[in-house]
């Protein structure tokens, strides 16, 4: 699967995203997750993320979509209601020559004209309702962005097409919102002076209310050893994410904020927050912490991440998600050589064992997860935690794509093998650094691929939060105001659970389209893809815990029970309501 840009036809003018989503995954036969939109009272474009039922497409409208090539997303420039309504194979859905087509193109070309005027950012062009204008035969650009891949992307056309976004927050007779008062019970809606109690712990965040944020702590504050962090009978920490660090004082810094920022993002709430625990040099560490001493829920353990002892002091066995990172790279060094302590680090964990680990599964779970394995159950109900290290979620960053074979000893997968086909890779156990040269030859071809790509991993992006980062200024701290409240309310990357939940009657051998419809329809969630065990049939006798993604998959695609979903969840802090609804639904999945 890729990704592309194409603009939409006017057969979607005045249709909300879900229902153009909704069209464009049942009739066309590709995934739309995004569109190009204006802020309202900003003349500044932005790239919103299944926005919801308070966007409306309009005239010209760019859309991002998953698919296989560019030939199926220009399904959704030639889409015709009236010449395309009754297809069934959407190899039929091709430039169609209807009457008011001539008129059309006179229409677009004045509109890009007027747009070039020094008043455009003013103009507004009134499409009505949802009415139908048949498509221009006019090409316009599509650009690959080829995820994982280094191979250069494509244009397939070089024309342009006039260009109106629809407006961010502009939902038509819609009531002002209305902030609450200071002395509010309620928990999801941050107060108007930026602070609310939880759990004892001040809640805040940076200026531009993208993601959490606490006054500057002293990092010998958040040093744990690990008899502290041992010591208690009830573990420390559990649900957390372990950040495994090798380089010494003198490495080249690597930028842990940027790792760190996507788990602060503000469109969780402060008790959702993982607590990350860094294991690694000290005095390296203390470098590093300059950028990211205003983030809650950091903890320092010193020490070197192959020693079992701080592993164990950690409850590594409880934990989320490990990530091996390594600032030790040499370019002298041999390559095979240059994973070396990540690697080992990886086999490490994965060979330990916990006698203590409280049991896993309850009774009626044994049929379907592998020995050993998480319960995809809501970790307020049972204590999670992993027997064997191998059932541990590891990723592990090389620096060299032929070091993933060292990576799984039940690995069949030839040495030769491109990375992209291997199964760490696949299992999401690996990152390699050559990933990053794609996307740089992505944005060059494509200046929106590095935002969307960031909006989903980095948890959001603002024009005043990337103007403080260039100046080096770090994350600040601000008063809420509407404004900065409503960066809040943005899409996050989620996954639902078919084992239980409102959406778990789909998991009996239902199929994809009905889930994406019902999820779409009742919650405003997007589906993206399958997150399925790798060993799902009977015959195999040692099943593994590991799973991988099948992205964006046909309408007709059979489900399981023990399959998760990824999706685009929406989260509107001005709906408490609502917001509970789909948090509760997400957390069937941890």
């Known amino acids: ?11 979607f003018i005045g249709l909300t995203f879900p229902k153009a989503a909704e069209l464009c995954f049942l009739k066309l036969k590709i995934l739309l997750i995004a569109i190009e939109a204006k802020t309202e009272g900003s003349a500044e474009s932005c790239i919103a993320i299944n926005p919801g039922y308070t966007v409306k497409i309009e005239q010209a409208t760019q859309g991002f979509f998953i698919a296989q090539s560019a030939d199926e997303v220009k399904r959704a420039f030639y889409y015709c209601k009236s010449c395309h309504g ?8 091709k430039k169609c020559r209807c009457k008011g087509l001539k008129m059309f193109k006179k229409g ?4 890009m004209a007027f747009t070039k005027t020094p008043h455009s950012e003013t103009s507004d062009v009134d499409t009505g309702p949802a009415k139908i204008v048949e498509e221009s035969d006019q090409d316009t650009t599509v650009t690959a962005i080829k995820a994982g891949h280094g191979d250069e992307n494509r244009r397939v056309s070089s024309g342009s097409t006039p260009h109106k976004m629809p407006r961010l927050g502009s939902r038509p007779s819609s009531p002002t919102i209305v902030l609450p008062p200071l002395d509010t019970d309620n928990k ?3 107060s108007r002076h930026n602070s609310t109690q939880n759990n004892g712990e001040l809640m805040k965040f940076d200026v531009t209310g993208m993601f959490h944020w606490c006054p500057e702590r002293r990092m010998e504050d958040c040093i744990l050893t690990k008899e502290q962090a041992g010591a208690t009978t009830t573990p420390l920490f559990s649900n957390h994410v372990v950040v495994c660090v090798f380089a010494d004082q003198n490495s080249p810094l690597m930028g842990l904020a940027s790792l760190v920022m996507p788990l602060r993002a503000s469109n969780f709430h402060y008790d959702e927050l993982k607590c990350v625990v860094l294991v690694g040099n000290e005095e390296y560490l203390k470098r590093e912490w300059k950028t990211i001493h205003n983030f809650p829920k950091l903890y320092v353990v010193a020490g070197s991440p192959l020693n079992r002892a701080n592993l164990r002091a950690v409850s590594i066995n409880l934990c989320d998600m490990c990530v091996v990172l390594s600032a030790k790279h040499s370019a002298s060094e041999d390559t095979t050589l240059v994973d070396k302590e990540s690697i080992l680090c990886s086999l490490n964990i994965k060979a330990m064992s916990f006698d203590d680990s409280v049991g896993l599964l309850q009774d009626d779970m044994d049929a379907f997860l592998p020995p050993g394995f998480s319960p995809i159950c809501n970790p307020l109900k049972v204590f999670r935690g992993s027997s064997y290290g191998a059932n541990i979620p590891i990723i592990t960053e090389l620096a060299s794509d032929c070091n993933v074979q060292f990576l799984d000893q039940d690995d069949d997968d030839d040495p ?3 990375l992209y086909m291997t199964q760490p890779f696949s299992c999401g156990t690996a990152f390699a650094v050559s990933v990053l040269d794609s996307l740089m030859s992505t944005t060059y071809f494509n200046d929106n691929a590095l935002t969307l790509i960031r909006t989903l991993i980095s948890g959001g992006a603002t024009p005043e939060l990337e103007q403080i980062l260039a100046e080096g200024a770090g994350m600040k701290g601000g008063y809420s105001t509407p404004e900065t409240l409503s960066n809040r309310s943005r899409c996050r990357v989620g996954q639902i659970s078919l084992f239980e939940g409102p959406l778990s009657q789909h998991g009996e051998g239902g199929r994809y389209s009905d889930l994406f419809s019902a999820a779409l329809k009742n919650y405003g969630i997007l589906c993206i893809g399958i997150y399925r065990f790798r060993d799902t049939t009977s015959s195999v006798k040692s099943p593994s815990s590991k799973r991988y993604v099948i992205t964006n998959p046909p309408d007709d695609f059979p489900l399981l029970p023990t399959d998760q979903v990824f999706c685009f969840a929406p989260c509107d802090f001005n709906n408490p309501v609502r917001a509970r609804e789909i948090e509760r639904l997400l957390s069937s999945a941890i």
């Open 188 to 190: 999801l809606t941050p």
């Open 108 to 111: 677009a070309a004045a509109l």
């Open 86 to 93: 009754d297809v069934t194979d959407v190899r039929a859905i």
């Open 1 to 11: 699967m890729e990704m592309y840009t194409e603009y939409l036809s006017n057969a």
């Open 416 to 418: 030769d093998t491109e």
